[in-house]
């Protein structure tokens, strides 16, 4: 056969490696974090149960209408943070910016109010919100929530919230937070507030910013949640809610007050906090670390939602919070490091099995399942073949108890028992490991 005549090859150019990066402001938790999180969900856990909250877990897809409908047409969230996304069929939906509104749509959606009320739920998962990336604010983030539906218009359950919300901070001893409270009144009272702060700020126009300048006539309250220095001046001088709030909502937030006074919680009477979500009436709150701007946490009534996302714009007097798990991390992780500790709670029950030598090596897997029937944890490297090697990576994992298995152990049916803290060892025989390591463990 002929061959064919070489073409000239040409050279292949080399395409610069590109690393593959998660999403801007979208962070993996890895597995050296991944205890610090599963304290904090278990934190949720606890708290919930002790205050008799139900889990619900609610799509992180919802469709746009929900939040547009809820959280405010003109407000930061639907006007600039929502991530969209149009199916084929043409739905528009969007990655939750929050959960609350997810709530009160699932409330209705499976009439949920036959489990008696007060309904009181809690979540956890991813939320998205389309923010520039920085310290403490990231585009996909995680909370954790509480809601009380069916509330009635009870302040009870108001600082009931805020104790479940200051509680779970104390649960992961994060200490000493500081709650700031304000009332923002009712349809009642809060036109009147709105003229007041619109008449006042009117008067301040060429003052104030451009976004200010169309919250003016678009969303006034939102007038008070301005980080702008330029603004700041106005703002302090701005009428404040408190002022204007009818007998009702006076009453109302006297006896939040009240309630939380009983328990000894303290907080701050924060004039100007309005929140950034419209669906808020009356009671709302934040939670911070001292010398923190970025909140930890925060939340307020919402007796109007239920009107807005019902079908039969039933009332559905509510209020709840959510927290911010990553803020939340983070504290932990600065203080673990400070404190020169890398937690592993869950390692204070594992037991690390070394083996050295085939024959050992053999035994190994059955030994294991040995362990698992006991339901204790044992981790391993059975990859590696020498004694250091593998006591390196006992010693990393943070076990209590090492077992060790070498050529000489076989032969004489034995193991040793190794304390890895104390680095005291002690043979045993193999038949009595599981028993030996449970009375150690114990
Ligand atoms: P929120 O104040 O928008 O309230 O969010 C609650 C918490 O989520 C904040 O205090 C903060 O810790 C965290 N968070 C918010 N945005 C970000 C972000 N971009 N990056 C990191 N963390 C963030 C709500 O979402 C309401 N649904 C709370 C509520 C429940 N109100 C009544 N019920």
Request: glycine residues 6%; hydrophobic residues 35%; aromatic residues 8%.
């Amino acid at each position: 056969m002929k061959s064919s005549p070489k073409k000239t090859e040409k050279p292949v150019k080399k395409e610069k490696a590109i690393l593959l990066q998660s999403p801007k402001g979208m962070h993996d938790i890895l597995p050296e974090d991944q205890p610090r999180w599963e304290l904090l969900r278990a934190a949720m856990r606890a708290v919930a149960h002790f205050y008799n909250f139900s889990r619900i877990d609610t799509p992180i897809l919802e469709s746009a209408d929900v939040f547009e409908r809820s959280v405010g047409e003109f407000t930061d969230i639907v006007e600039k943070e929502m991530f969209f996304i149009k199916t084929r069929g043409g739905d528009r939906l969007v990655l939750r910016p929050e959960n609350t509104a997810g709530v009160v749509r699932a409330y209705f959606q499976h009439n949920l109010s036959r489990l008696g009320h007060p309904l009181k739920l809690y979540y956890e998962g991813p939320m998205f919100r389309y923010e520039q990336p920085q310290a403490g604010r990231f585009r996909q983030f995680h909370q954790v929530g509480f809601e009380i539906l069916g509330a009635e218009d009870d302040s009870l359950y108001d600082a009931q919230i805020v104790i479940a919300t200051v509680r779970f901070l104390e649960e992961v001893k994060i200490k000493n937070v500081m709650v700031s409270l304000n009332s923002i009144g009712c349809k009642a009272c809060r036109p009147s507030y709105k003229k007041k702060l619109q008449d006042y700020y009117k008067g301040e126009q060429l003052k104030i910013c451009k976004d200010c300048k169309r919250r003016l006539t678009l969303n006034p309250l939102r007038l008070l949640d301005c980080k702008q220095e330029q603004c700041a001046p106005i703002k302090a001088k701005a009428p404040v809610t408190l002022d204007y709030l009818c007998a009702a909502c006076r009453h109302h937030f006297k006896s939040v007050l009240e309630y939380l006074d009983d328990v000894g919680l303290v907080y701050t009477l924060d004039h100007r906090l309005v929140r950034g979500l419209d669906y808020y009436n009356r009671t709302v709150f934040e939670v911070f670390m001292e010398r923190s701007p970025l909140s930890l946490g925060g939340g307020g009534r919402y007796d109007y939602l239920g009107e807005i996302l019902g079908a039969r714009k039933t009332p559905l007097p509510a209020v709840g919070s959510a927290l911010g798990l990553e803020r939340i991390h983070d504290i932990l992780k600065e203080r673990d490091l400070l404190q020169g500790k890398s937690l592993r709670p869950d390692r204070l029950n594992s037991v690390f099995l070394i083996q050295i030598g085939e024959p050992a090596k053999r035994k190994s897997l059955a030994l294991i399942e040995e362990f698992r029937k006991a339901r204790i944890h044992i981790i391993e490297s059975l990859g590696r073949e020498s004694l250091k090697s593998q006591l390196r990576v006992a010693d990393k994992e943070q076990v209590r108890l090492a077992l060790i298995l070498g050529q000489r152990e076989v032969f004489e049916g034995s193991i040793i028992i190794r304390d890895m803290q104390h680095g005291t060892q002690e043979t045993v025989p193999l038949v009595k490991a599981v028993e030996e390591v449970k009375r150690r463990l114990r």
